[in-house]
């Protein structure tokens, strides 16, 4: 089951994140999943004591580690938001790997952590169980903004020597 084993992060025990510049990028497609995972993030963002400096709309999860990549460069987190339907066709497969490989090469590159909200699912009633709207059973926008703004925390706490 997804969400087994998920820390339960608490705000409070987040570390030293004040003034830590957080952007989301988010992609268009599934509108309605995309503005509950967005809700999410801004939700779990306002308890850790932040705000989100940018939004930057994009049109579908393939352009999320491009945008991403270009955000890496002003803040201190991204929140890379997005939802790929399973379809009848090898793009899924693409468009996930693709993404997913990309935000992971951003994070790397960059040492910027990136929430990763990215729902991968075969049918649109697993993408809207995630998405934190009312009735759903997990909140992925949340859990990715929390995971990028802890890390961040993390690694302020460590810097390189």
Not at 5 to 30: C, F, M, N, S, Y
Request: with cysteine; net charge negative.
């Amino acid at each position: 089951m997804s969400g087994a084993g998920a820390p339960k992060l608490d705000p409070t025990e987040l570390g030293d994140v004040a003034g830590l510049r957080v952007a989301i990028v988010a992609a268009q497609w599934h509108a309605e999943v995309i503005d509950g995972l967005l809700d999410g993030t801004h939700r779990a963002l306002k308890e850790a004591g932040l705000e989100a400096t940018t939004l930057l709309r994009v049109p579908g999860a393939f352009e999320l580690p491009v945008a991403a990549r270009r955000l890496a460069a002003t803040h201190d987190a991204v929140v890379a938001l997005g939802v790929v339907v399973r379809g009848g066709t090898p793009h899924f497969e693409y468009v996930c790997q693709a993404a997913t490989l990309g935000l992971t090469q951003v994070a790397v590159e960059t040492g910027v952590p990136i929430g990763f909200g990215l729902l991968t699912t075969d049918n649109d009633e697993q993408a809207f169980a995630r998405s934190g709207l009312p009735g759903s059973s997990e909140d992925k926008g949340y859990e990715a903004a929390q995971a990028a703004v802890q890390t961040a925390a993390a690694l302020r706490a460590h810097p390189l020597p």
